[in-house]
């Protein structure tokens, strides 16, 4: 039914059990052709290292997570938050991810103001991308669901993060997690309005029915709610063709599990129910 070359382990999903190289190996031990690290296990184990691991194991980067955190108290915080991401954009120049993930940043600390923040996210990014665009590397506005709004991200709907990226031009566009955006009404009509173009990358995992914690008890596809093949469809209808990233933070569940079980099945269940 599908291409498993297309899935990428995001090493969120095996954090708890793999570092960085560790997760690279594993996906690459799987069958996958893409990975995507995070900053923190690049930090730990080396940009070199990561790199090297990259190479030797075949793997392609399928985007580095992440950059972001833009909202800030003073202008000096906000600063050292673009320079935070300029420095991310080099990391991904070191890997070859054509992509950095924006986790956007919520409000700072004491304020109340989430259209100043916003304001913030977008004179951030305007800010960066320069940089980005010099570099070769997009800039993706991932919308997080809104009960993140406060403390990880104020842009929270595929179309808000559209309308961004159609004020700040070429360079930027969004990264589609299922986990936050699954629920938006207008969820078809945003995926068809970024086009092939802006869309760079699909993240998928599942929504659990309950959920008993808003940030680590996600699902492996097909264990909850989510109707992932009708959203494949519609990226695939705009024209998405590039890795998609299982995704998965699980404190409880998936991360305590060997992870190279989890990894087979998040193969079995993409080609499954994706
Ligand atoms: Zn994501």
């Known amino acids: ?13 095996t954090r708890m059990r793999w570092g960085g190289t560790e997760g690279i190996a594993g996906a690459a031990r799987a069958g996958l052709r893409w990975a995507a690290p995070w900053r923190d296990q690049i930090a730990k184990d080396g940009l070199a290292e990561i790199a090297r691991a990259l190479n030797d194991h075949g793997v392609a980067a399928s985007s580095l997570c992440r950059g972001g955190m833009f909202p800030a108290e003073s202008a000096a915080k906000r600063q050292a938050a673009i320079d935070d991401n300029r420095r991310a954009l080099d ?31 977008e004179d951030g990014i305007a800010a960066l991308l320069p940089e980005a665009r010099a570099k070769g590397v997009a800039l993706a506005i991932e919308p997080l669901h ?54 760079l990358g699909f993240h998928i995992c599942d929504w659990l029915v309950p959920t008993r914690d808003m940030l680590l008890d996600r699902g492996m596809m097909g264990d909850g709610v989510i109707d992932l093949a009708r959203i494949r469809r519609w990226m695939d209808q705009a024209g998405y063709d590039g890795p998609i990233e299982v995704e998965i933070f699980s404190a409880e569940n998936w991360w305590q599990r060997d992870p190279d079980q989890v990894v087979a099945i998040a193969k079995q269940r993409f080609l499954e129910v994706v």
């Not at 890997?95 to 913030?120: E, F, N, T």
């Not at 159609?166 to 629920?183: C, E, I, K, N, S």
Request: charged share 20%; with cysteine; glycine share 10%.
């Open 91 to 121: 990391q991904a120049r070191a890997i070859d991810a054509q992509v950095l993930v924006l986790v956007v940043g919520g409000l700072p600390p004491g304020s109340k103001d989430i259209a100043g923040a916003r304001a913030m996210v």
């Open 1 to 13: 039914m599908d291409d498993p070359n297309r899935l990428s382990l995001n090493l969120a999903t």
């Open 146 to 199: 809104p009960m993140y709004a406060a403390d990880r991200a104020c842009i929270n709907t595929l179309g808000q993060a559209l309308d961004l990226c159609d004020r700040l031009g070429p360079g930027t566009g969004v990264a589609v997690d299922v986990y936050h955006v699954w629920w938006d009404p207008d969820l078809e009509r945003q995926i068809m309005r970024a086009g092939a173009a802006r869309l």
